[in-house]
């Protein structure tokens, strides 16, 4: 099968300037301004099939979305070439392409005809922009005004309707409500279906699982791992892991926060490293800034393989509650860890009931160790009692 991008031997670099003139006398003076070169990006090279869908992750400063921007023509590379078969649409961050004193309706001519589109094809499509999306009441508005979520919605209702060969998303899915996000993926996948080529950037496990047929990791600019998407994320949790950094998606609209969390033992000190059969006991101090009706807190965990294995929320376990304005501590007990061996990640949300409105998500952020005992053989910890008496 062609290629449908075909990146080779990508490198890019970049002065940071430590030290900046603020006037034409220290121009004149300090004729000569210190700079440090750093190469973003470094033999990097991928071809991406047609029809395909692969994911781009690492850590934070890994390349990511600098090697997106150059697949989108944004950023020219220091060194190699790109070659790319068809129309491109990329979504690449928050308001990119769009003028804040402009209108909606404005910034969607703007955008699509940037695109390739002519003014009779937007015409045409004008209206199912606008009602993907759902924007009908704010369209003649100046986007300066809009929220983050609205030049989202916005920003990919242009990009799905100028009928691109070539998607390139960079973590934007992380932001708007569940409902939205919902339509995005299905949307994708109808996209997926007609044989579209896909390239997603982004920090979500559960979404590289769900969406993606291949995947390249980033570290330091260079191709680290790449390959069938279940293998490539584990290794990313271990690189993640090593480097001790928190990687997940951390979203919400914050009328409740996170502001700490916390593992520990049932002698109160804090633990990564656990046996199986132990307590376990994970804590979140909460801020809500405004009083909320019947807010619901949740954990997750997942293994390493990225299999959800088991989640419960304060609505199943207490009923309903309320905030009002202040701080509070919620706490899980797990009292015996069934798991035998191996290293689980942790999952913390606050959402409404219907799960429509998140307040905050921590995803996959908080992890722990379960060391494997000599007398636990299996694949889970069954506590069990043994009697032998003479009859």
Not at 25 to 42: G, S, T
Not at 122 to 130: E, G, S, Y
């Amino acid at each position: 099968m062609a290629a449908a991008i075909s990146i080779e031997g990508i490198g890019k670099r970049f002065r940071l300037y430590h030290e900046r003139p603020d006037s034409l006398k220290e121009r004149v003076i300090h004729f000569r301004v210190k700079a440090e070169e750093l190469w973003a990006l470094k033999h990097v090279s991928v071809d991406v099939a047609e029809g395909e869908t692969l994911g781009l992750i690492g850590p934070n400063g890994s390349g990511k979305t600098t090697l997106l921007k150059i697949v989108a023509g944004i950023l020219r590379p220091t060194e190699g070439r790109v070659t790319t078969r068809g129309r491109i649409a990329a979504l690449l961050a928050l308001a990119a392409g769009f003028h804040p004193e402009l209108t909606g309706r404005e910034n969607v001519y703007l955008n699509a005809s940037i695109l390739g589109l002519s003014r009779r094809e937007i015409d045409r499509r004008f209206d199912d922009i606008v009602a993907f999306a759902e924007l009908e009441e704010f369209v003649d508005n100046q986007v300066k005004f809009y929220s983050s979520g609205m030049y989202v919605r916005l920003g990919f209702a242009v990009a799905v309707h100028v009928d691109p060969a070539i998607l390139l998303v960079d973590e934007v899915l992380a932001v708007g409500d569940i409902a939205f996000q919902a339509k995005c993926l299905e949307r994708i996948r109808a996209f997926q279906q007609e044989g579209r080529t896909i390239v997603f950037v982004t920090h979500a496990p559960d979404l590289v699982l769900r969406v993606c047929d291949r995947v390249v990791l980033l570290d330091h600019g260079a191709i680290v791992d790449e390959g069938e998407p279940r293998q490539v994320v584990r290794d990313f949790r271990r690189l993640m892991s090593r480097q001790s950094v928190a990687y997940g998606w951390d979203e919400g609209t914050k009328e409740i926060e996170i502001v700490s969390a916390e593992i520990f033992g049932p002698d109160g000190s804090g633990s990564e490293i656990f046996a199986p059969g132990d307590e376990l006991v994970i804590q979140m101090d909460l801020k809500a800034s405004t009083a909320v009706e019947d807010p619901i807190i949740s954990f997750a965990l997942h293994d390493e393989n990225n299999t959800f294995v088991f989640g419960t929320n304060s609505g199943w376990r207490i009923g309903p509650i309320a905030f009002t304005e202040g701080k509070y501590r919620a706490q899980f007990v797990l009292r015996s860890l069934p798991f035998v061996e191996g290293r689980y990640y942790v999952t913390l949300g606050v959402h409404s009931r219907d799960s429509k409105r998140v307040y905050h998500l921590q995803e996959q952020r908080y992890a722990f160790d379960v060391i494997k005992g000599e007398e636990n053989p299996g694949v889970l910890f069954i506590p069990v009692e043994c009697k032998v008496e003479r009859l």
